[in-house]
């Protein structure tokens, strides 16, 4: 065991404790609020290890053994004090035990207080409360009705429960070490419903978990909880207010929605395989670490620099997430309201509310909206978009890379005639499917696909459709593939398609409007001409496309200053390839890739600006993932690392780095 220490003036030994005057004096317990000031001490830090304290001889010239009532002062001269039958302080009196003093519980006897107990030892002479004999167990102290307890650099041990304690108490512990057979903290009766506790500086452990009544406020700092056996770990409570700061603790710490809880710089750990952590956040998570499952919930929500390896899920949530990652999946499923910005989730995302704003995210499965209205920038998403229902659904200058493989890469259900969808400079790694959703505008957009079935996008009756400077290319292998599938009586008046570039479909319309004779006759701004790119997984415009300033002469200049290209990926005239941001994005750089060609190996040099692992990922030219690498960056600085490739076949493959929200890919040719 240990203690945690730091320099600090100790109240009074005899009198009122300042934390019970403050109990009385900044406290209003209720069944909804609690006015809590806290108590602050300040020092240096160190190490004690008080099983050497303890191996050294007792220094006193007297034993001590009480019963019945007690107060007044238990000084280490007349240490050790044992405790031979029921003893109590009385409503009112004050117990007060000095620093070095031994208090040793004979028959499994406890000690009640009604009125104020004050245990303050220092770092030199702990304070310790232990049963008579080595191998027993003794009933621990019981904080009546509206008593209270305040205890500094103390060991309770062997306890069946360390503290039991009743209606409107108060407990606080600081620099303490607390170990018990079953919960440290035991409610006297169903009724015990009110606890303040403040917990700073201290150890616990038990063999049952913390289960607090319908209220208790805790303050938890720089605090190691592991308590609980079986299926059950952690701190519950059913409602009240949680502020842990700077703490280790095993398994859940949450509880029911009443609660207001604030966590900061804390890891939540696992037990084991099947016994994860989990926590419930209704107020505010910042630089915490979580081994299970987080809950949101409340209308002021901070979820800020945290790591989760696990899962996250929301209900009602209005609030911030910002610079997390999650390894693992999201889901808010109802009433939600969420800005979300530079983010990494690895698995689906799920999102069901009012609105939601995400910028600089990088998301590695799918992504699925039922919302009202959705604002996406600046994103990577792994698998396919969607978003159903709802009126607005505005996404720039994001790619949707549809790694999956599924048929759509993007889906947009508004439902309504009223509704708005506009994409600009996006990416999408497969096709359109844009259903009854209003007003639609696409610019500067690419579509590639090679697993189309039928066609590339369909016409609705009621929709209008605003589409320029965008490139659909298919390359895939169906030779009945069509671009478009019109409904029944579609108007091409509400189709204004210019400046655009469509390559490699047998047909523009689908065989079902061309055997009614629906014709369809794109102006002469349009161009059906392959638009010469790197690739369908990196769509970079090459020397030579037909695309180069070639756009709608009324779009915004290119930033070369230059006639608008067709597609997201503009031609830059200063360089063969153009990629904007990819090859030095603030995050990292990848400042060499080679030989390329290559035979059995490929070197990379990766300059990384902040510690996050990097994720090496190879594609075949059908989209498949032939090869899956990690590497940890923890550090910022210079990466290298080398890919073996002997067990590919010779061709040409597609590389994807990773590192946090960022991503560059790149063409590799293997030659044998």
Known sequence: MHLISRDTEHPQQSGESPFNQHLKDSIALSDSSIQWSGLRFGGNILVIFVLLLLMLPVVATGQTEVEGEVSGEWTAEDSPYIVVDSTWVPNGDTLSIGAGVQILFRDGNGLTVSGLLLAYGDEDNITTFLPDEEDDEWEGIYIHDDATADLSYCIIDN?????????QSGIRITHCELSSSGSPFEKFCRRSDSLVLVIEDSHIEGGGHIEFGYWVSLTATNTFVRCGSGEDWGIYTSGGVLNIQNCVIYGICGSESQIISSFENSRFLTINDTIRAGVRVTRRMVDCYVEGVVALAGRELQFESNEVIGYVWGTSVHG?????????????????????????????????????????????????????????????????????????????????????????????????????????????????????????????????????????????????????????????????????????????????????????????????????????????????????????????????????????????????????????????????????????????????????????????????????????????????????????????????????????????????????????????????
């Open 320 to 672: 911030v997430l910002i610079n997390n990652r999650i390894v693992g999946y999201v889901d808010f499923n109802f009433n939600n309201r969420l800005q979300i910005e530079d983010t990494e989730i690895t698995g689906d995302f799920d999102f069901s509310g009012e609105s939601c704003r995400i910028r600089d995210c990088h998301f590695g499965d799918d992504v699925s909206f039922y919302a009202d209205s959705v604002f996406m920038e600046d994103c990577i998403i792994e698998g396919s978009y969607g978003h159903s229902s709802g009126i607005l659904s505005i996404i720039r200058n994001c790619e949707i890379l549809n790694l999956n493989g599924s048929d759509v890469g993007m889906l947009f259900n508004l439902r309504n005639q009223d509704g708005y969808v506009e994409l600009e400079r996006c990416f999408s790694g497969g096709k359109l499917s844009i259903r009854r959703s209003g007003q639609i505008n696409i610019n500067n957009c690419t579509i590639t696909t090679g697993y189309l079935r039928s066609f590339m996008m369909r016409l609705y009756c009621g929709d209008t459709y605003n589409i320029d400077n965008t490139i659909f290319y298919y390359f895939g292998a169906n030779h009945n593939a069509s671009f478009l599938l019109v409904s029944p009586d579609y108007n091409f008046d509400d189709f204004d398609f210019e400046y655009n570039n469509v390559w490699n479909f047998e047909y523009l319309l689908d065989q079902g409007s061309r055997n009614q004779g629906v014709e369809f006759e794109p102006d002469e701004t349009n161009i059906f001409d392959d638009p010469i790119i790197l690739s369908p997984f990196e769509p970079y415009l090459k020397c030579g496309s037909p695309c180069i300033d070639a756009g709608n002469p009324e779009s915004p200049l290119d930033p070369d200053s230059t006639r608008a290209d067709i597609g997201k990926y503009y031609y830059h005239h200063q360089s063969y390839i153009y990629k904007p941001e990819l090859t030095d994005i603030g995050n990292f750089k990848i400042l060499s890739l080679n030989p390329n060609p290559f035979n059995s190996y490929i070197n990379m040099d990766i300059l990384t600006q902040r510690g996050n692992d990097i994720y090496v990922t190879i594609y075949d030219i059908s989209g498949r993932i032939v090869k899956n690498l990690a590497f940890n960056s923890n550090s910022e600085g210079l990466h290298s690392t080398t890919v073996q490739t002997h067990d590919l076949s010779g061709g040409c493959y597609f590389l994807v780095v990773r590192n946090g929200s960022k991503s560059y890919s790149r063409t590799i040719h293997l030659i044998h």
């Open 159 to 167: 306890a069946v429960s360390c503290f039991i304690y009743g209606e």
